[in-house]
């Protein structure tokens, strides 16, 4: 099902693009016949407008990716990891192995943990979710800065559950005096 999501997203971005393009290039067309020149001229008038303002964009859409990221580095991933381990701790999620390939590979493991809370389940399969949306949606930067939080917050996750451990462990093996 994720398959069929996936190319019929794909399918409707490449055809929105392409109407995109079709409209756009027919009123840069109609524009140029407006100033005064011919058919023929109009072609290629319309062809300049069109690509002096589809530059425009690329470089406005590079500015604001540019804002956005130093945004996310500067101030809001910390926030965004420490949100999540608390989001963790508080659903209960079971401690990650020691090797994982990615955070996706681990919250499937926590979807298909059958001794793993409810909780835990729903804020895997929820992670899991929204990763897979944004990749389908071709938001590619939007994704990376999610699987990066993701990936941090299991890694801070792992460490304080593994150092509860270890000073409960401690702690039970104490001699009591």
Known sequence: MGTQFNSTSRRAYWL????????????????????????????????????????????????????????????????????????MEDAGMPLPGRFYGDPTEYLREVVSDEEAPANAKLMAGATIGALETLRATNHA???????MVVEQAIAKYSERRSIAWRQSFQEASAPRT
């Open 141 to 147: 930067f939007l994704a990376m800065c999610l699987m």
């Open 16 to 87: 929105s693009v392409l109407f995109g393009v079709v409209t756009d290039g027919l009123i840069a067309y109609l524009a140029a016949l407006a100033f005064g020149s011919d058919a023929f001229a109009a072609i290629g008038v319309g062809a300049l407008v069109l690509l002096a303002v589809y530059a425009f964009q690329m470089l406005y859409g590079l500015i604001s990716l540019c804002r956005y990221a130093a945004l996310f580095f500067l101030f809001d991933k910390r926030r965004r990891i420490a949100t999540t381990v608390v989001q």
